[in-house]
């Protein structure tokens, strides 16, 4: 999980990479929607949540997830509004739903995995192409071990999992397979038809 910190080298490429969530659909007689999260959240926040604020309140639907994560920002963004907005969620694993993209993914309230599915599980990082003073970046390590903590609580609580399970996929960072979540009793197996 990165810092939402900007740097010229991802605003460069913000226009020419696709979107990470597109390609919703919502049935309005059903109330039922289908929503992509896909690639990096950094630099996606907008549009994240303006994606996730166009489907009917205290609807239900399906958010596929291929994400490698980015902004945890980003990441509490979406958890708060879709618990905010009463949204009952399915999560479907389509290949990979790492680092940030755990946070939505565990605040649905069922998710679905493939065997092979991949979930990398790590501490957050802090990454800046900025020149700081050192009283700032004294500042940024005190809010970033308060972050963490109430991430991995956030991650505890929603999927539910007791904290020592989760610290050791989380400390120093693993990646975790889609039957270990199952196995967890986090997940189950997506069945296609």
Not at 25 to 43: M, P, Q, S, Y
Not at 136 to 156: P, S
Request: hydrophobic share 35%.
């Amino acid at each position: 999980m990165t810092s939402p910190r900007n740097s010229e080298s991802s605003k460069r490429s913000k226009a020419s990479s696709p979107a990470p969530m597109r390609g919703g659909r919502v049935d309005e007689t059903k109330r039922n929607w289908e929503l992509l999260i896909a690639g990096d959240f950094n630099e996606r926040h907008v549009e994240l949540l303006e994606t996730l604020v166009e489907v009917p309140k205290n609807s239900s639907g399906t958010l596929y997830f291929d994400s490698n994560g980015g902004s945890v920002y980003t990441a509490m963004s979406l958890v708060t509004l879709m618990q905010v907005r009463g949204l009952k969620a399915t999560g479907i694993v389509l290949g990979e739903c790492s680092s940030a993209a755990l946070l939505p993914f565990a605040a649905c309230r069922k998710r679905f995995v493939t065997p092979h599915s991949t979930h990398l599980f790590h501490p957050m990082k802090w990454e800046s192409e900025e020149n700081v003073r050192l009283e700032e970046a004294a500042e940024w390590t005190r809010h970033f071990q308060q972050l963490q903590e109430v991430i991995d609580n956030m991650l505890a609580t929603l999927f539910p999992i007791e904290r020592s399970k989760l610290d050791t996929w989380t400390q120093p960072g693993r990646f975790v397979t889609g039957r270990e979540l199952v196995e967890a009793g986090l997940a189950e197996y997506v069945e296609a038809q």
